[in-house]
Structure formats: structure tokens, C-alpha cells
């Protein structure tokens, strides 16, 4: 199943006297990158989220956000860091008597200054408070790949057909390639009797000509790896594992074999095909670039 490495979810639970949200979205990476932002005084739970959603996700440049409310308030007791205050003011006062400036600071104006004011609370079990958040992780998860799976749908369809119209077009090769080389063939005949008249052709010649023509523009064995390239492509859309990387390095593949055809084969019919057929990929190229 193909998931888009765009996404986004969120939920919003309360749970034993606490509100917690959880937020998550992400854009595409290359690896699996995570950044999370909680309250300070929760900072344990940084790495027990990044490793659940890893557990779940891939790929992707990701952001959580966590906040957690508490709404029984007579656990909370505001206290006032005594040390920091006291610098704050002393620069202030040199600030004014440097500057000739006012005094008009007050204590306010101080308790905005951060961490001045430090908010305590009491004794969390934090084994409880990521339960809580979990459970609510687990919600916006759920929303997050939910819209991943809605949006790979779209790149599978997209990724899919234009597979097809690949193989259409090697189909229309592999048909057109045998008769490059009876054309040649008769030009070939056609242009040694121009040169030398109704004189007996020697026969070999022209056939070891062909052969050695034929044998330049065969592109059998590239189109049998683009169909196996395909294929396997094609396997990949309906994996459930993370495939972004594995179909990344195919489509080089398959962009290399049509890079050969177009190098071996001097017809202009062949050759625009080849043009379309390159255009697709980097369509496809494009699309993966999004894939989990």
C-alpha cells in the first residue's frame, strides 16, 4: 500500500484531570527525521514519542506537538526564582544610571522576564502521564496515516498508469525494432544499385551488412528488463512496507534502459517514442519523490 510522506493529524483528549493534545504532520525526507515540542517540566517524553511514531512511520521530516493541561490547579504553586530576579533588576538600574533612562519597572514588568517565575507542580507519575499520552498519540496517528494512505491512492493511480503508458510504448519498440532493419536492408540494396548499376549484388556482403546492423540496433535485451522493471514496480505500489527508496533506485534502472535504447536505435519513430517514454519517468521520478 502506497502512503505519501505529507500528512497531518490531530486529537485533543481529557483524561484524568488533564487535556492533552497531540498534533503531528509532516513534509518529505529522505530518512526518517522527528522533532517534537511538549512542556518543559514533560520533557521525558521526547524520546518515548519519537519512538512510538518511528514505530508507525518511516520516512518523512516530522513534527509532533504535545500540550498537557492540567485542570486540577491546587497541585501548581508559582515560585519566584529570587536569583535571576534580583539580576534582572540590578541590570536594569544600570541601564538607568548609564542611560539617564526612567525608572518605571515594577514588579510586573520583572515577573515577565523568563523564568523568573517558576511554576511547581507536585509529584507526576510520568509512567501515567505518557499512557495518557499515548492513547492520544495513538488517535492522531491514525488521522496522520490515514490521510498518508488517502493521498498514496492517488500517486498509486498516477505512478500506475503511467507504467502502462511505459509499456505501451516498448511494445510499439519491440514491433518497430524488426523493421528498422528490413528498411535498411532495402535502402541498403537500393543505394549499391544506384552505385554500381544492374552489376550482380554480392549477396554476403549485404547480408553480413544487415547482420552487423541488426545486431547494433537489437534492443531485445533492454526492453525484456523494462518489462521486468515494471513488474517489479508495479509490486512495490501494492507493498505494505516503506518502498520510497527501493522504487527510487528502479526507476534509475528503468531510465537507464531507455537511455540505451535511445543510444542504439537511429529511427526517428523509435527515437520520439523514447522522448515520451523519458518524460514519464521523470513523472514518475517526481511522485516518488513523495512516497513513503
Same mark, same amino acid.
Given at each position: +500500500?502506497? %502512503?505519501?510522506?505529507?500528512?497531518?493529524?490531530?486529537?485533543? $483528549?481529557?483524561?484524568?484531570?488533564?487535556?492533552? *493534545?497531540?498534533?503531528?504532520?509532516?513534509?518529505?525526507?529522505?530518512?526518517?527525521?522527528?522533532?517534537? !515540542?511538549? @512542556?518543559?517540566?514533560?520533557?521525558?517524553?521526547?524520546?518515548?514519542?519519537? &519512538?512510538?511514531?518511528?514505530?508507525?512511520?518511516? !520516512?518523512?521530516?516530522?513534527?509532533?506537538?504535545?500540550?498537557?493541561?492540567?485542570?486540577? =490547579?491546587?497541585?501548581?504553586?508559582?515560585?519566584?526564582?529570587?536569583?535571576?530576579?534580583?539580576?534582572?533588576? %540590578?541590570?536594569?538600574?544600570?541601564?538607568?544610571? =548609564?542611560?539617564?533612562? $526612567? #525608572?518605571?519597572?515594577?514588579?510586573?514588568?520583572?515577573?515577565?522576564?523568563?523564568?523568573?517565575?517558576?511554576?511547581? $507542580?507536585?509529584? #507526576?507519575?510520568?509512567?501515567?502521564?505518557?499512557? +495518557?499520552?499515548? *492513547?492520544?498519540?495513538?488517535?492522531?496517528?491514525?488521522?496522520?496515516?490515514?490521510?498518508?494512505?488517502?493521498?498514496?491512492?492517488?500517486?498509486?493511480?498516477?505512478?500506475?498508469?503511467?507504467? /502502462?503508458?511505459?509499456?505501451?510504448?516498448? &511494445?510499439?519498440?519491440?514491433?518497430?525494432? @524488426?523493421? =528498422?532493419?528490413?528498411?535498411?536492408?532495402?535502402?541498403?540494396?537500393?543505394?549499391?544499385?544506384?552505385?554500381?548499376?544492374?552489376?550482380?549484388?554480392?549477396?554476403? !556482403?549485404?547480408?553480413?551488412?544487415?547482420?552487423?546492423?541488426?545486431?547494433?540496433?537489437?534492443?531485445?535485451?533492454?526492453?525484456?528488463?523494462?518489462?521486468?522493471?515494471?513488474?517489479?514496480? !508495479?509490486?512495490?505500489?501494492?507493498?505494505?512496507?516503506?518502498?520510497?527508496?527501493?522504487?527510487?533506485?528502479?526507476? /534509475?534502472?528503468?531510465?537507464?534502459? =531507455?537511455?540505451?535504447?535511445?543510444?542504439?536505435?537511429?529511427?526517428?519513430?523509435?527515437?520520439?517514442?523514447?522522448?515520451? +517514454?523519458?518524460?514519464?519517468?521523470?513523472?514518475?521520478?517526481? /511522485?516518488? /519523490?513523495?512516497?513513503?
Amino acid at each position: +500500500m502506497v %502512503k505519501s510522506m505529507t500528512g497531518f493529524g490531530r486529537a485533543v $483528549k481529557e483524561l484524568d484531570g488533564y487535556v492533552i *493534545s497531540v498534533e503531528i504532520k509532516s513534509v518529505n525526507h529522505r530518512y526518517f527525521e522527528f522533532f517534537s !515540542r511538549c @512542556p518543559r517540566q514533560y520533557g521525558f517524553l521526547d524520546e518515548k514519542i519519537k &519512538s512510538y511514531v518511528n514505530s508507525r512511520v518511516s !520516512r518523512g521530516k516530522i513534527e509532533c506537538y504535545i500540550s498537557i493541561e492540567a485542570l486540577n =490547579t491546587e497541585a501548581c504553586d508559582v515560585a519566584v526564582n529570587n536569583t535571576l530576579a534580583n539580576a534582572y533588576v %540590578k541590570a536594569l538600574r544600570e541601564l538607568e544610571e =548609564t542611560y539617564g533612562l $526612567k #525608572e518605571d519597572f515594577g514588579a510586573a514588568a520583572i515577573g515577565k522576564f523568563q523564568d523568573v517565575l517558576v511554576v511547581r $507542580k507536585s509529584e #507526576e507519575d510520568e509512567d501515567k502521564i505518557w499512557e +495518557m499520552v499515548k *492513547s492520544v498519540a495513538e488517535t492522531a496517528v491514525d488521522k496522520f496515516i490515514e490521510m498518508r494512505i488517502a493521498e498514496g491512492k492517488k500517486m498509486y493511480e498516477d505512478v500506475y498508469s503511467r507504467t /502502462q503508458i511505459i509499456l505501451d510504448t516498448v &511494445s510499439f519498440i519491440e514491433e518497430r525494432s @524488426p523493421q =528498422t532493419v528490413k528498411e535498411y536492408n532495402d535502402k541498403l540494396v537500393e543505394r549499391v544499385h544506384d552505385l554500381i548499376g544492374d552489376v550482380s549484388l554480392d549477396e554476403g !556482403r549485404i547480408i553480413q551488412e544487415v547482420a552487423i546492423y541488426a545486431d547494433k540496433v537489437a534492443v531485445a535485451e533492454e526492453t525484456v528488463r523494462l518489462r521486468s522493471h515494471i513488474e517489479q514496480l !508495479r509490486r512495490f505500489l501494492t507493498s505494505d512496507e516503506a518502498i520510497g527508496r527501493k522504487m527510487d533506485f528502479l526507476v /534509475q534502472e528503468i531510465n537507464r534502459e =531507455t537511455n540505451t535504447i535511445g543510444s542504439k536505435c537511429s529511427d526517428v519513430e523509435i527515437a520520439r517514442k523514447v522522448v515520451d +517514454m523519458k518524460s514519464e519517468i521523470e513523472k514518475i521520478r517526481e /511522485q516518488i /519523490q513523495n512516497i513513503e
